[in-house]
């Protein structure tokens, strides 16, 4: 089977001795798909007895749109004979002992740090539109290829195929390579539509009659792009936010609390110096005392009074307020209004919630806020969230609002903790010189 130039390039890196990590495509149409299906066969019949991953964020989308590719490719080389599907296991076994695994890879709240692969052992992993996926499930994953690769003289390879995102294969793989500081052991190859000479007109002109935004991503392969007027946060503002080298300390520092609703979710904890957050803390399933006594102890710890600590409010939440004599953040209370010189202004939001996270996102963008963090699955994860705070009905006249948290819960898979923490910092920057309607 031919293969397209770009195809070609992957295999070179598929195939060396450098190269870990490889994330192919860019665009719609430039045989994504048809490329890692293909290595996982070449792989299979390679390399007998071996065992391979292919994925995707949901099982369902992956037997109906990867294992179809899969099926057709193996029914164009007539090599249908040389495996079977055992459909209730999702594995293709091979006659020679080869495994391909099927593998949901979706970010489950019940499963945060995938223990359903923890003891999965694998030679090679595909991962088709990898950036519908959380870095951490790419990080495990590639931390499971160790299965015979002494016996077969192999590193360990993963191939990510994908979109443009502005998530962490932009961040991790797209500029760094198009910068020319991508690590040895990561690459990045571009493929495009009109790479692809097999691809059929009408299929080109349908990507050209896409609205703005989406022919820029899926024809031109264009990463920088978004136009989606109801963002607040950019992801190189989202990127800085995390390298707060413009920000500095102002001596007065803050706590904000996010409390965890019925044991579903965690509790988060912010420390400020200023608009810079210098530490983060987090606790699980624990009860309401457990969080009253890691407020106070970080209060001690950084000298910080009740007076600039805040907690959510809203249910559980209340109780760690009136323990702590702070103040609380009620989601759906009426905006505040700010006093700017001698004139009162009344602010065009729908709750306190969309204020402090539209303006606090607005100080993101202009990198007046920022964090020092060293953690990359919080900074994934912090930054997964923050580029789910938009503008709810933007083209709307009325007060501005920001979307749903549980039209953000079934986006990512669980609750933003990390940004109502961030946002409820805002809530100090009007406090003192505000009033309530």
């Known amino acids: 089977?031919?293969?397209?130039?770009?195809?070609?390039?992957?295999?070179?890196?598929?195939?060396?001795?450098?190269?870990?990590?490889?994330?192919?495509?860019?665009?719609?149409?430039?045989?994504?798909?048809?490329?890692?299906v293909l290595w996982l066969i070449e792989c299979c019949q390679k390399y007998p007895k071996s065992r391979w991953l292919m994925g995707r964020s949901k099982l369902k989308s992956l037997k109906e749109t990867t294992l179809n590719t899969f099926n057709e490719l193996t029914s164009d080389l007539g090599i249908t004979s040389q495996f079977k599907y055992n459909a209730q296991s999702q594995v293709i076994v091979w006659n020679n002992g080869s495994e391909?695994?099927?593998?949901?890879?979706?970010?489950?709240?019940?499963?945060?740090?995938?223990d359903s692969?923890?003891?999965?052992?694998?030679?090679?992993?595909?991962?088709?539109e990898c950036n519908q996926i959380t870095f951490k499930a790419w990080q495990i994953v590639k931390s499971r290829i160790r299965y015979k690769l002494t016996e077969f003289d192999l590193i360990p390879k993963i191939l990510g195929t994908c979109n443009p995102a502005k998530n962490w294969t932009y961040k991790q793989f797209y500029h760094p390579s198009k910068n020319g500081d991508i690590p040895e052991?990561?690459?990045?190859?571009?493929?495009?539509?009109?790479?692809?000479?097999?691809?059929?007109?009408?299929?080109?002109?349908?990507?050209?009659?896409?609205?703005?935004?989406?022919?820029?991503?899926?024809?031109?392969?264009?990463?920088?792009?978004?136009?989606?007027?109801?963002?607040i946060m950019d992801m190189d503002a989202i990127t800085d936010y995390f390298n707060p080298v413009h920000i500095s300390k102002s001596g007065t520092k803050y706590l904000t609390i996010d409390v965890a609703r019925l044991g579903k979710d965690k509790s988060v904890f912010r420390v400020w110096d200023g608009l810079l957050c210098t530490h983060r803390y987090e606790l699980g399933k624990v009860k309401l005392t457990d969080v009253v006594a890691k407020a106070k102890a970080l209060q001690r710890q950084h000298n910080i009074s009740n007076t600039n600590t805040i907690a959510?409010?809203?249910?559980?939440?209340?109780?760690?307020?009136?323990?702590?004599?702070?103040?609380?953040?009620?989601?759906?209370?009426?905006?505040?209004?700010e006093q700017i010189g001698h004139e009162t202004i009344a602010p065009n939001y729908s709750n306190l919630k969309s204020q402090c996270s539209i303006e606090m996102g607005k100080l993101i963008q202009a990198r007046k806020a920022g964090e020092i963090c060293k953690d990359t699955d919080v900074k994934d994860k912090t930054a997964e969230e923050m580029e789910q705070i938009k503008v709810k009905d933007v083209h709307k006249d009325g007060k501005l609002s920001i979307i749903g948290k549980d039209v953000i819960k079934e986006k990512i898979g669980r609750s933003p903790d990390d940004w109502d923490s961030i946002m409820m910092r805002y809530y100090f920057e009007i406090a003192p010189k505000v009033f309530f309607f």
């Open 117 to 128: 692969l923890g003891s999965l052992e694998i030679t090679g992993a595909f991962v088709d």
């Open 185 to 231: 052991y990561r690459r990045f190859i571009s493929a495009l539509p009109k790479d692809n000479p097999h691809l059929h007109p009408s299929y080109l002109e349908s990507l050209l009659q896409l609205d703005k935004n989406s022919k820029e991503r899926l024809y031109y392969g264009n990463w920088e792009y978004d136009d989606d007027p109801s963002t």
């Open 100 to 114: 391909i695994i099927l593998k949901d890879l979706f970010l489950y709240p019940s499963d945060p740090n995938f």
């Open 1 to 36: 089977m031919r293969l397209l130039p770009k195809q070609e390039n992957a295999v070179y890196y598929l195939k060396d001795k450098t190269t870990k990590e490889l994330i192919y495509g860019g665009a719609a149409g430039g045989g994504k798909s048809a490329l890692g």
């Open 312 to 337: 959510d409010e809203d249910g559980v939440g209340g109780g760690v307020v009136d323990f702590l004599g702070c103040k609380g953040f009620v989601n759906n209370s009426s905006p505040l209004k």
